[in-house]
């Protein structure tokens, strides 16, 4: 099975930073990647599928990028209401592996 | 607008049964694929299995293979996960979720809240 690997597993950032999270799958997903945005007690929230087409109503400040192994979510501008664990999720076939989850904090 | 409602969790001995239900309301139920997808407490997201808009297409995860089955009643907008012989690993938020896309390429797109499994003796 192909594995889903974020880093870091963690960060702290300022408001109006630009956060940059990767995720690295072991095997070439083409572009079959997602992202997945989620706050504490709530359920997850899809940001970006197709590796870097943006959902509807997701904030611009939020970017995908990347095909094949090596993908990249990044925040323009971190804002308050940014803070969360953010996943990246193959959709390529069965498994749907997700990564292990990034949590960004505001320093 | 798309909304979906989790319901069946609960305390659970192991080696015992449950079963979840998934209530679909303001889309065309049967043109979506459907997923469980589950999460331990203060951990990451795993998904659990899916399940196509017509129920022809069943993939399980090999944690739950064997002892979990997805179904779907597209009549009442429901869709359900039967969870046998249940062990303590298996406690977690369970969400489901709408898979939107084509047949070969779905992302999901809509979660419910959650329903809480809890498994111990």
């Known amino acids: 099975d192909i594995q889903m690997t974020q880093s870091p597993s963690s960060l702290s950032a300022s408001v109006g930073d630009r956060v940059t999270i990767t995720c690295r799958a072991s095997q070439g997903i083409s572009n079959y990647l997602a992202w997945?945005?989620?706050?504490?007690?709530k359920a997850p929230n899809l940001l970006i599928y197709a590796a870097s087409t943006l959902q509807s109503g997701v904030p611009f400040r939020f970017s995908g990028s990347g095909s094949g192994?090596?993908?990249?979510?990044?925040?323009?501008s971190l804002q308050p209401e940014d803070v969360a664990t953010y996943y990246c999720q193959k959709y390529d076939s069965a498994p749907r592996t997700f990564g292990q989850g990034t949590k960004v904090e505001i320093k | 607008q798309a909304q979906l409602v989790?319901?069946?969790?609960?305390?659970v001995k192991p080696g015992g049964s449950?079963?979840?239900?998934?209530?679909?309301?303001?889309f065309s139920f049967s043109d979506f694929y459907m997923s469980w997808i589950r999460q331990a407490p203060g951990k990451g997201l795993e998904w659990v299995s899916y399940i196509s808009g017509s129920g022809s297409t069943i993939y399980y995860a090999d944690s739950v293979r064997g002892r979990f089955s997805i179904f779907r009643d597209n009549a009442k907008n429901s869709v359900y996960l039967q969870m046998n012989s249940l062990r303590a690993e298996d406690t977690a938020v369970y969400y489901c979720a709408r898979g939107s896309g084509s047949s070969w390429s779905w992302r999901e797109d809509c979660?419910?809240?959650g329903t809480l499994v809890t498994v111990s003796s």
Request: proline fraction near 3%; charge should be neutral.
């Open chain 2, 6 to 11: 989790e319901s069946g969790g609960g305390l």
């Open chain 1, 69 to 76: 192994t090596d993908f990249t979510l990044t925040i323009s």
């Open chain 2, 111 to 113: 979660w419910g809240q």
């Open chain 2, 18 to 26: 449950l079963r979840l239900s998934c209530a679909a309301s303001g």
């Open chain 1, 36 to 41: 997945y945005q989620q706050k504490p007690g």
